[in-house]
């Protein structure tokens, strides 16, 4: 059985690299002063990539294929060990599989998420990197050869952690209390009006709040909360490769001095959804995973 996965895994690479195959890859940097344990998932029905997880030490990287469009997302793990059974579990964005590889489950929030559909509506990629679910690490989507005037660098570069408000803040006992992540207000405050539902289900109800501006004036190019759509949602032709780098700028923080207009409500949709213009079919069924997933 071992040798058939290897045949298969062999042939499947050879594959993507003969010329006319069209494929993307992902280079995958750590600048993090940290350890961090990269994890992928695939949107549902398409095939899990060569790996689901693995672990960068500080400035590692690993370059991973994947096929022509292909849609998932890739995001870090954080204070991740391993106990006396073998069990391995992170404190920011496990993904509960017990293992480095993450097999198919999603990062439990908060989590910093990089979102991508290739070769989707129009032959165009389609990506965003997502605040939705909260914030674990900076991190920075770079395309490489692509084409388009929406085609540019995109993340959130910005340590919030310290800046996160009290409410929001997630510590490490293990670390002597240190914020390690800040959720997002639905997650913290579990309202209406920050989780999209109920009367506040809509793009005309479900407006920015006063959590999520201060995610969106830290990382004007990462969805804040779900209805962020023009500014946080990107394309690029001709299928350019991307390096997604983490802690792009080493000890940079955020300041919770840009606070906006607190009397806006607003909220987050669950696993980093966020909508796209009315011209376009709307991506989210691609670039995100099913509730509870």
């Given amino acids: ?52 997880g693995f672990v960068l030490q500080k400035d590692e990287s690993k370059t991973i294929t994947a096929p022509a469009s292909w849609g998932g997302r890739f995001w870090g793990r954080t204070h991740c060990s391993q106990d006396s059974t073998g069990k391995f579990a992170c404190v920011t964005a496990d993904c509960s599989s017990g293992k480095v590889e993450c097999a198919g489950n999603n990062a439990l929030p908060p989590a910093t998420l990089a979102e991508f559909k ?27 050869g692509g084409k388009g005037q929406n ?17 929001l803040k997630v510590t490490s006992t293990a670390d002597g ?31 920015p ?6 995610f969106k004036t830290a990382c004007p190019r990462a969805y804040s909360y779900a209805y962020d759509d023009k500014t946080s949602t990107f394309t690029c032709g001709s299928s350019p490769d991307y390096t997604i780098t983490f802690c792009p700028t080493p000890n940079t923080r955020a300041t919770p001095s840009a606070v906006m207009n607190s009397t806006k409500m ?8 966020g909508p796209v213009p009315p011209s376009m079919p709307d991506p989210r069924t691609h670039l995100s995973a099913p509730p509870g997933s």
Wanted: aromatic share 8%; proline share 4%.
């Fill in 118 to 144: 290739l070769d989707g509506y129009g032959g165009l990629d389609f990506f965003d990197v997502s605040l939705v679910d909260g914030y674990n690490l900076p991190m920075l989507v770079v395309p490489q």
């Fill in 177 to 207: 209390g240190e914020s390690v992540a800040c959720k997002s207000a639905c997650a913290a405050l579990d309202l209406d009006q920050y989780c999209c539902r109920g009367a506040y289900g809509t793009s005309d109800t479900c407006k």
């Fill in 266 to 273: 607003g909220s987050v949709l669950p696993q980093g959804r």
């Fill in 1 to 52: 059985m071992a040798q058939l996965t290897t045949l298969l895994m062999s042939l499947l690479t050879l594959f993507l690299s003969t010329p006319g195959v069209i494929s993307t890859t992902f280079t995958i940097i750590n600048k993090c002063d940290y350890t961090v344990w990269p994890g992928i998932q695939s949107s549902a029905g398409i095939a899990s990539l060569s790996t689901t």
């Fill in 151 to 167: 085609c540019t660098s995109i993340g959130c570069v910005s340590d919030l952690n310290e800046s996160c408000p009290s409410e």
């Fill in 209 to 214: 709040s006063t959590y999520s501006q201060i």
